[in-house]
């Protein structure tokens, strides 16, 4: 198990004795606001299904950069299938209605909940934790590496 914050479980073959490494909140923050500023980078530069299939992948990579922060010791299996299930949840809430009706009244219900459902977002979404879950293992390792040897 590859665990990024406190005293935990070493990766096999680790050296003995507990392994500290920094916070992963702070880490977990500033993925966020280059997510955000990907987003919105992507929204500037990009139009058309480009903008709109890339934003579905980046707002499940928010989505799971804001679990591994109220979550901090979370393997990045979990974050990435957490992240899925939110935003296929969101997505299917969208057949109800409910957040076309909030969104018509709420910038940020818009931008969260979004309006219309559409079953190609479904796998952007999935590429969108794909893509966390390969960056948060790679971290976890990096991460144990530089500090398994204290």
């Known amino acids: 198990m590859i665990v990024t914050s406190g005293t935990h ?4 073959g680790a050296a003995a004795g507990p392994v ?8 977990a923050a ?3 606001v280059l997510t955000v500023g990907a987003g919105l980078g992507l929204r500037a530069v990009a139009a058309g299904s480009v903008a709109k299939y890339g934003g579905d992948a980046l707002y499940t990579l928010l989505v799971l950069t804001l679990v591994v922060l109220v979550v901090p010791r ?3 299996p979990v974050a990435a299938a957490s992240a899925l299930v939110i935003s296929w ?6 057949l109800s209605g409910i957040p ?8 940020v219900a818009r931008l969260v909940l979004g309006s219309t459902f559409d079953p190609p977002d479904l796998l952007w979404y999935a590429v969108g934790a794909g893509t966390g879950w390969l960056v948060h293992t790679a ?3 990096r991460r144990l590496r530089a500090h398994g040897s204290r």
């Open 139 to 141: 971290v976890g390792r």
């Open 20 to 27: 500290r490494s920094r916070p992963v909140r702070p880490v």
């Open 9 to 12: 479980d070493r990766a096999p």
């Open 89 to 94: 949840g969101v997505e299917l809430l969208q």
């Open 74 to 76: 979370v393997t990045p």
């Open 100 to 107: 076309a009706d909030l969104s018509r009244h709420s910038v």
């Open 30 to 32: 500033g993925a966020a």
